[in-house]
């Protein structure tokens, strides 16, 4: 129902735009997430957009490097990543989120697809 793309190697200060096509029910009623989970580290939330479009939300390590949109022509979230930093590396995972607001959505998680493994590094 959600499936994620888009990772691979990428020199520090590089981008990367990594993509979760979801299904039209998942599209259609929630909100979806992107996450991220590194060797050794709990999960942790990196970003989520409403269902509408209207509200985006980032974790504070984000710090205006990422940005995360919606495309309703092809029911996919677009995470686009700039700037990375080695401590980006992890597997980044896109999941549904119980609401369609984001309201509490780093622990509010339902649907999650396969990762994608982003890898920065010289």
């Known amino acids: 129902q959600l499936q994620a793309s888009g990772g691979g190697l990428v020199q520090p200060g590089g981008s990367l735009r990594l993509s979760c096509a979801a299904s039209?029910?998942?599209?259609?009623?929630?909100?979806i997430g992107w996450f991220r989970q590194a060797p050794g580290k709990e999960r942790e939330g990196v970003s989520c957009i409403s269902l509408s479009g209207g509200g985006t939300y980032y974790g504070d390590f984000v710090k205006g490097r990422f940005a995360i949109s919606r495309d309703s022509a092809k029911n996919t979230v677009y995470l686009q990543m700039n700037s990375l930093k080695p401590e980006d590396s992890a597997v980044y995972y896109c999941a549904s989120v119980h609401n369609i607001y984001c309201t509490g959505w780093r622990s509010r998680a339902g649907s999650w697809g396969q990762g994608t493994l982003v890898t920065v590094s010289s």
């Open positions: 039209s029910f998942i599209w259609e009623n929630f909100a």
